[in-house]
């Protein structure tokens, strides 16, 4: 999988080259933040979303990141046609304080698979969900990518590890588990943790006795 | 007193079923309640004429905020969404019971509605067991569901972006 992804990374990379666009700045390094006055923070956070209830436990999530973090701009991926999501993102950042020193953008992105799509057309769709998932995460740069579980995000994930691999992006993935999650993770969870794709955040403490590299700080949202 | 059902955005006629059978209205209605509103989705029960207490439904709304501020006794099917809204709605002490619907797969909701009932938020049921777990919830003092502790998420961020390699 990770390797179907180098390829398309390596493809993309080649259309983007021909196409004329110049080479990325590469961000890896990150000041101390009590050093680091708001006017230098330049870093982009990418925040993934979702269905209703994923959607709602980010964006209680975001709430929370002030501006003792290090990001310029904030960016939320919607799978396309989710206008619920898009709109409670916007409700959101207007409640904010920082928006006028922090920017925010929505990004829309293909879904691997629609609801009542044929199978025979899944691995189309799934390559184009694929390879607009490596675009989103090289175009933006990210540093660091925040999700839950959508769809969305594993794509999202592998592309910024297969990117980061390829020296490309210094991105960080930081995935945090449902609150409906007591004792079982997800599916898309499951394939974070066992491929190591960055740090796995669960809300009720038996999952972090069964997945000892997770992190457990108490119910977050 | 006022009762507030909801089966959110799925199908859960069951639930709507057990909270409109003859027993379960009249425990109601005997436990001092007046009126029952129900959020039955696309489901469209029959209402029974005799009921004790006065029973409205309706099928879906933007934000059903309004209607469990309004609620001395919520019942609630076992999404998260639902269960976090039920539990941190202002307001004083409001009966809350989460019922889980069994006909779910992979069914995490019974685990979520579980550990919210050992922790004494809430009494979770079946829709078959409704009545006891009105009965019981009737003689217990609920302990209140915290607040969003908006130091934490932070900690975990600062912990992932400044410390890991």
């Known amino acids: 999988m990770i390797l179907l992804f180098i390829l398309i990374a390596l493809l993309w990379l080649l259309a983007r080259h021909y196409a004329g666009f110049g080479a990325r700045r590469h961000r890896t390094t990150l000041s101390i933040p009590s050093s680091n006055p708001p006017a230098t923070q330049q870093h982009t956070l990418m925040v993934v979303l979702g269905s209703g209830g994923h959607t709602a436990e980010m964006l209680s999530l975001v709430s929370t990141i002030g501006r003792e973090f290090p990001y310029a701009s904030r960016v939320y991926v919607a799978a396309r046609g989710d206008d619920l999501s898009v709109a409670k993102a916007a409700q959101a950042e207007l409640a904010r304080s920082d928006t006028s020193t922090v920017a925010y953008r929505v990004r829309l992105i293909p879904r691997a698979r629609n609801v009542g799509q044929g199978w025979w057309s899944t691995p189309w769709t799934t390559l184009r969900a694929c390879v607009n998932a490596v675009g989103a995460v090289y175009a933006d740069a990210p540093h660091l990518i925040l999700c839950n579980g959508p769809g969305t995000c594993i794509p999202l994930c592998l592309a910024a590890a297969a990117l980061k691999m390829l020296g490309l992006v210094g991105t960080r993935l930081l995935y945090v588990e449902s609150f409906a999650r007591v004792k079982r993770l997800s599916l898309s969870a499951r394939i974070f943790y066992h491929l190591r794709l960055g740090t796995l955040v669960v809300q009720w403490p038996a999952l972090q006795t069964q997945y000892p590299r997770s992190i457990y700080k108490g119910i977050l949202i | ?165």
């Open chain 2, 1 to 165: 007193m006022h009762v507030f059902v909801t089966v959110g955005t799925t199908t859960f006629p069951s639930l709507v079923d057990a909270v409109l059978s003859p027993p379960t209205l009249t425990q109601l209605a005997k436990l001092g309640y007046t009126s029952l509103l129900i959020q039955a989705g696309t489901y469209e029960p029959t209402i029974p004429s005799n009921a004790p207490l006065s029973v409205r439904t309706f099928a879906y709304a933007p934000s059903l905020t309004d209607e469990v501020e309004r609620a001395h006794l919520v019942v609630t099917h076992a999404g998260a969404g639902c269960l976090l809204e039920a539990l941190r709605a202002p307001g004083g002490e409001r009966k809350l019971v989460a019922v889980v619907n069994g006909a779910l797969m992979d069914n995490h909701q019974r685990e979520l509605a579980l550990e919210l009932h050992l922790r004494g938020h809430l009494v979770s049921c079946e829709p078959e067991s409704l009545d006891q777990a009105l009965a019981a919830v009737h003689h217990i003092t609920l302990v209140p569901f915290p607040a969003q502790a908006k130091d934490r998420f932070p900690s975990v961020l600062a912990q992932v972006i400044f410390d890991a390699a």
